[in-house]
Every structure is written in C-alpha cells, then in structure tokens.
C-alpha cells in the first residue's frame, strides 16, 4: 500500500486509469448518439407516412389549376370580407391578366369601372373564367344566355312586353 491509499482508502488515480475513463466515455456517447440517431430515423419515417397520406387525402378531390394567357378576362374571388357584404359578389371583375408569374400566380388590372382594386395580384386558385363577352359596339359587358331561356330584362320579361 501507499500512503494515499492508506490516507484516502482508494487507489490514486494514474495516467492509465485517465485513458479508461476517456474511452469508456467516447463509447457512452457513441452509444447514446447511435440510439438518437435510429430515434431521429424512425421519427422521420413516420413523418413521411404520414405526411403521404395527407397528401394522398388532399388531392383526392383537389383538381389542377386553370391555365390563363395574358389578356384573358377573369373573376377575382373577394377575399376580404367585412360587415355589409353577405349580399355582395363573391367574385370581382372582369379583370384583365397582364403578367403571368410563377406557380399559378397572375398580376391582373380592373377593366371597367366595377368595384375592387385597380390593379393587383392573385392565384389561379381564386379565379375564374369571366363568363360575360365584350360587345365592341357600346363597351358593355353583357351576359351570355347558357340556359336557353329568353333573355329578362327592365323592359321584357321572360318573352312578355311590359308596359
């Protein structure tokens, strides 16, 4: 025995017992890094799972976005609401494309004097197809009868003259 064990009652510490300790730490660590990381692969895992089928349930109903050129007549759908516009429009319009962007993003301007802002841009996703045609003889937009029904307007209604 020497006397620090006699003094202390443990064995003094010696440059060997420093590299056992630092190898048994090295090889905690590197037990515990490999468990987080099969941890951080299983989690990444379920994500993608689960993030497929999401996506798969989304677009079971979703359908691709309309394609517009510049210069095609649109509705902008209004989104901002506020009090008083339950009765109004949900889309705004006619409006003109006049930039196409990426990702089915488009610059519009207003054609006309109708309610909404001059200029602006927006998504296919909240657009449509204008469905009034431009008659070059007077500069107004007027509806296309689809459903084959007379036209009813102030003064004739639904084939009858009013008087």
């Given at each position: 025995m020497i006397p620090f064990e006699l003094l202390?009652?443990?064995?003094?510490?010696?440059?060997?017992?420093?590299?056992?300790?630092?190898?048994?730490?090295?090889?905690?660590?590197?037990?515990?890094?490999?468990?987080?990381?099969?941890?951080?692969?299983h989690a990444k895992e379920q994500i993608l799972?689960?993030?497929?089928?999401?996506?798969?349930?989304?677009?079971?109903?979703?359908?691709?976005?309309?394609?517009?050129?510049i210069n095609d007549l649109v509705a902008v759908k209004r989104t901002q609401f506020g009090g008083g516009l339950k009765l109004k429009p949900k889309y705004l319009g006619p409006y003109q494309i006049t930039k196409v962007k990426a990702n089915n993003t488009y610059d519009v301007k207003k054609v006309g004097v109708t309610e909404g802002p001059n200029r602006?841009?927006?998504?296919?996703?909240?657009?449509?197809?204008?469905?009034?045609?431009?008659?070059?003889?007077?500069?107004?937009?007027?509806?296309?009868?689809?459903?084959?029904?007379?036209?009813?307007g102030v003064e004739q209604r639904c084939g009858v003259e009013q008087h």
């Open positions: 202390t009652g443990v064995k003094m510490p010696t440059a060997n017992d420093k590299n056992i300790k630092q190898l048994i730490e090295e090889e905690i660590r590197s037990q515990l890094q490999e468990g987080r990381d099969k941890i951080r692969q799972k689960i993030q497929a089928e999401n996506k798969k349930t989304y677009n079971l109903r979703r359908k691709e976005a309309n394609q517009y050129a602006t841009t927006t998504c296919a996703e909240f657009m449509k197809p204008w469905s009034n045609f431009h008659n070059e003889d007077d500069g107004v937009f007027e509806v296309e009868n689809n459903a084959g029904w007379p036209s009813c």
